[in-house]
């Protein structure tokens, strides 16, 4: 029996192969240090249900997102989804709640994240992804701080300002472009929102076929490339750059106006982190959307808003090609040698009394030859061997110094260094 | 809009109220307290994919199992489910790559879990599950390193055996019982399962109930208590318990042949945790399955097994009500007050250095008054407070000694203490 195409099993190292699956201790990693960044940002971590009532993604989203989502009608009728996203649930438990927190809200979550869509080779279908937000506060303090921890978080892995950069925009700033220049106003938000699509896949369209596109809406792809070669920053991203060089972190940041994040639920600032060699999709990327809650909320309750989101497996893949995954091993603290059936009983006192004192113990469950058993210890990289000898005395080994020694088995737990 | 009934919201501390959610602090602290237990006795973490081919686990269960899953078919036409339990996909994997680790193979995982049940009031449709195993070890001596991280990862919360006791039975003594009376050799294994059925269910049924289903097979039930009562542990239980007694954990266990688990796959000695006071449900429950690979593999691999899992949420009930959460607060090393704002600048480079050196440190993101500054402070139980005085010195004070220090601002970071 197989798993599911584009899910992923995660193997405690040594992973037997990139087929059969990914490694635990790498995402492991990975957590841990998403974790540590937004703790030293003072983020408080939260989490929701991995699925939710289907209309919470089409309230954001429309219902063309339906097609790429895993949905149901559960046993109760209920119309449900596997979350494709956090930011509507997180909309929705501050909504419920507003009240009980302090302004700004920074929270963060580790969701695992679904998605249908066609099957593509190797194209996976969940990933994970660390997602941070600032609610209640509309200025751009915060989109400075949110855009610090973005660089922190990825400084944490050893990434420099030479591996990445984050390519800041403005959605503010192509609002205007747009209203300045749409030549029928009537086109009106529908219209904004196909020529922010264009923007978006500028990159990656043939030039004559954007300008074709853009000529539609009133706009040359001349006045478009224009601007963007500008990078003339607006108030708000002047702000938000003087604020990250004050911190010294000038040099992880530019304007970029090619970015313009295709959600139509951004209204300020918006970011995108790509490495800088141009290799990966982008490794991150976020903005403001100050009008989620209130549309989540049904009207009930206003809060402004920004946040970002940050996968699991192009960040895996950059450091992978950056050697900045360390070697995970199965490890122990010490290994305790049966070779007399006779002492096993006192072998398992010590095993407890070692694993109270936090040691990471392993042992022969069943009798083994001495040399299979020592051969095991060294697999397991422990630093100790431990072995009962009579009735109350252990003898230690330091399996780095070779150093030996025999002491009372009580004594045996403070001995062995943490 | 509503979360779906049955799932939980995780908010950090302080939570609203029990309505609102409940507290991702809380589940933070005990998956921290499982995994280091976990990884004391040498198990090693790995996790699936949360959805997968709905035959996975009609492969074990049946067919009925179906009428409790969130089941559906996606859309490249599979029949798929929300994973119920963690077992069948552990064998799934440990089944296609069993040849790339030692026996015996100690892992464990915390998966959420999710069962489609008629909705009772506060009945829950998810849960968290810390799951540990041993594969490819027949000797009883896994059943009892098992046994035993059960016990010590109940005590790492502070539980006592004041507080726990496990039950400790044997399918296989069970199973010669009812070859030993069985009227009816035809009754065959579908008589044994509604044997273990009835056995199971001893405790919650009227006796004239057990009394006539156990004719049916051709047992009584005075035999049945009978056994029960004489509780004389069978060689491999006395083994298991030797080996507890040894390692000091006697008095956590005791015989019990109560204990059948209901689930037909289990094969030899099986176990449930419960609190002496008998006033919550099973706190865990294990046992052997040495069948269940072979199964899941389409009999390509054989290998014994063992396991337990242990939910999240009657150990969250025991724990509250036996006092043992700890109080979860927001927290931060450092507030830095920011009471001039033409020192802002400086104030972010010194917030950043605290950072970087691993203080969790906070900040008012706006200009705002010194004494609603100074309350934050003590709102987040700040240890320092900072601020800049002049180019580059730093005033800090501990708020607890409330002694004032005034530095380089260079010095702060190491002046904090961690």
Redo the contacts between chains.
Sequence with gaps: ?????G????????V?SRD??WS??A??FIFGKWREAA????F??????????L??FT?KSGAEIVGQL?N?????E?A?A?RPEMTP?LA??VA??ER?Y?K?IK?FALP?L?R?ER?QKGRLR?HFQFNADILG?N?V??DA?LI?LLI?TLRSFGLTAEDFVIRLSSRNAWQEFYERGVRNAECGAEGAYQFYQIIDKLERTPPEESQKKLAALGFSLEDVNGFIASGTPTAELASII??LA????GDFVKVDYHVIRGLAYYTGPVFEAFDRKGEFRAIAGGGRYDNLVKL???GKVNLSALGFGMGDVVLLELLSARGLLPQFD?T?DVFVLIEDEAV???S??L??DL??T?????YP??PAKPDKQFK?AQ??KAGFTARVEGAATVKIRNLKTREEVVMAAADAPGHIAR
Tied chains: 1, 2.
Excluded at 7 to 14: G, L
Excluded at 358 to 362: A, K, N, R, T, W
């Design positions: 029996m197989e798993r599911l195409p899910f992923r099993d995660f193997y405690p190292e040594p037997p059969a699956g635990f201790d995402r492991q703790r030293r940002y003072g408080r971590e939260y989490d929701g249900p991995p699925l939710e009532p209309e919470l309230t895993y149901f009608v559960d046993k109760g209920r449900v596997l649930t929705r438990m419920a709640h009980a302090k700004p929270w695992q679904f249908y099957q969940e506060e200025d303090a915060a701080e610090a922190d003087a604020n004050a911190r010294g972190l989540i909320s049904g199965a122990v096993r009983p006192q398992l006192k095993i407890q694993r109270a936090g040691h990471v113990v392993d469950l069943t095991r697999e397991l």
